[in-house]
């Protein structure tokens, strides 16, 4: 078919459509989320540019492969995380907008087929000034960048408490209390004793726990800021005086109800925890494990993990791609070896409690753990200078927006 022919039957076809391209709108780097078997919905990200002197907003879209297309955002609100419909996406006059996790988004409601990674979507998008465009996305694996982006608030959206694990390797003991009261054979005056301490410690514990959540959210903050190693080192030292803080509470609030109670009781109370509570902290070695065990120990940004899914993104020349790759195998056996070490200690301590440890045990687990707390964090800044080192500043700047984007757990 001469070239002057394939012009003229692909104007045809569009006019015949009845789609005409935006004026002024350019679209970037589509995409749609792939989703596990049996998920009905999914969503489309993308950027979407405007050349033109005026504003123009996207206000529908559509697609054979879902039964409803809507736009969404993700807002915070009482706390949570939640998505909701809006009725058009804003680009402002020679500016940007970004449909991203966390943030603006195309939702494919009802698929209406499955997709997996490496398929192509067919999306058409209208625009308020009349304009219309085709796109195509492809689908990709995707962090699950709008649950994360709530950070331990967002971990309730979905009616789930927050595991305190995170905070507490210490035993609940006041669990059996207040879920199987009927198993520990208590007096009216031990129930009233026990539910007074509840009642004065709970708030102190609870103060502690945010404690600890707000600097780790400012360790977090610090370090993709480019903060200084003494900067980081002063948050994590707070970090960790607050969980030693948490253990010691713990500890004390222990041998409180064991005044209450008496010896038969009080074994007994460790036996119903051990069997209904205590569990070890283990975690798989596919993605969904990994994630969670580096949440567990590790509130730094894992900017490695924009470098091992991301690279494609980051123009790398074949003399950073091997300066990183070497770095990765150097750190990771150790980080991981770290992130082992505080897990297996915390399961001892968790254990040493409930077998009446004496105090000195306690500590000397307490302490191992947040020595290799601090190890974990400042290993993290080591490696985010390392990164910032290797690489050019724009290719810098674009690792911690990808991770911010795509990653981010807080």
């Known amino acids: 078919m001469k070239p002057t022919t394939q012009i003229l039957l692909t104007m045809v076809f569009l006019l015949s459509t009845g789609f005409t391209f935006a004026k002024g709108i350019s679209t970037n780097d589509p995409y749609v989320r792939e989703v ?44 949570m995380m939640q998505m909701r419909q809006v009725p058009k996406i804003i680009i402002p006059a020679n500016g940007v907008t970004e449909l991203k996790p966390g943030g603006y988004h195309i939702m494919l409601i009802g698929l209406t087929r499955k997709i997996k990674s490496g398929d192509v979507v067919d999306l058409n998008l209208e625009f308020d000034d009349g304009s219309k465009q085709a796109i195509k996305a492809t689908v990709k694996k995707v962090m699950q960048g709008m649950m994360m982006k709530g950070g331990m608030k967002g971990m309730k959206q979905n009616g789930m408490k927050m595991d305190k694990s995170h905070l507490n390797p210490m035993p609940n003991l006041m669990r059996v209390f207040k879920k199987m009261p009927q198993k520990l054979n208590l007096s009216a005056e031990q129930t009233e004793k026990l539910k007074a301490g509840i009642a004065e410690r709970g708030p102190k514990v609870k103060d502690l726990f945010k404690a600890i959540t707000k600097y780790e959210k400012e360790i977090l ?28 509470s713990k500890a004390a609030c222990a041998v409180s109800v064991k005044k209450v109670m008496n010896d038969e009781q009080f074994a ?69 070896n770290q992130f082992k070490t505080i897990i297996d200690l915390e399961n001892q301590l968790q254990e040493a409690a409930l077998n009446n440890a004496p105090p000195e045990k306690l500590a000397e687990l307490a302490d191992g753990i947040m020595q290799n707390r601090m190890k974990v964090m400042r290993g993290k800044v080591f490696c985010r200078d390392k990164i910032k080192q290797i690489l050019k500043p724009e290719q810098y700047k674009k690792v911690i927006n990808l991770y911010k984007e795509n990653f981010m757990m807080q």
């Open 36 to 79: 596990p078997p049996g998920q009905t919905n999914s969503a489309t990200f993308l950027t979407l540019k405007n050349d033109s002197d005026k504003q123009i907003a996207l206000i529908k879209a559509n697609s054979d492969v879902a039964k409803n297309v809507e736009l969404h955002e993700h807002v915070h609100a009482n706390g």
């Open 221 to 248: 903050k610090a370090t993709l800021a480019d903060k200084p190693l003494s900067d980081i080192d002063q948050l994590a030292t707070n970090i960790v005086q607050e969980r030693l803080n948490l253990i010691n």
């Open 268 to 336: 007994n109370l460790q036996a119903v925890y051990k069997e209904n509570f205590a569990k070890k902290q283990e975690y798989s070695n596919d993605m969904k494990g990994k994630m969670a065990r580096l949440k567990h120990v590790n509130p730094m940004p894992n900017l490695i993990l924009v470098i091992k899914k991301m690279s494609g993104k980051l123009n790398l020349t074949d003399k950073q791609a091997s300066q990183l790759k070497q770095w990765r195998d150097e750190r990771e056996p150790v980080m991981e």
